[in-house]
């Protein structure tokens, strides 16, 4: 059983960055499929970023796309979020999926953390 913990979140205001991490207790997440999503009060789950296994393939959400990066290093896998906007404002969570093949639907990945809370106001 993977565990994953995400931190990093946390208040900022419009305009500001937050870097999420994600990390395994005890593994790396080198070899597994990262996706980052995210949960607002009210909203439906929406997947943000995702980062495939060991051939370094990378995809970003249009909605975030050119604030948002998704990176590894350190056997981590980080979020790097800038120009945060209040709609931003959400529960983030990473998920791994062992089989390390990117996929862009939630649903796929099979381990979850308990999110890392991200507000984005003034």
């Known amino acids: 059983q993977l565990q994953l913990v995400e931190s990093g979140g946390g208040l900022v205001q419009p305009g500001g960055s937050l870097r999420l991490s994600c990390a395994a207790s005890?593994?790396?997440?080198?070899?597994?499929?990262i996706g980052w999503v995210r949960q607002a009060p009210g909203k439906e789950r929406e997947g943000v970023a995702y980062a495939g296994g060991s051939d370094g393939s990378t995809y970003v959400a249009d909605s975030v796309h050119g604030r948002f990066t998704i990176s590894r290093g350190n056997g981590r896998v980080y979020l790097g979020m800038n120009n945060l906007k209040p709609e931003d404002t959400a529960i983030y969570y990473c998920?791994?999926?062992?089989?390390?093949?990117?996929?862009?639907?939630?649903?796929?990945?099979?381990?979850w953390g308990q999110g890392t809370q991200v507000t984005v106001s003034s």
């Open positions: 998920g791994a999926l062992f089989s390390g093949v990117l996929h862009m639907d939630p649903n796929a990945y099979q381990y």
């Open positions: 005890g593994r790396t997440l080198d070899h597994y499929a």
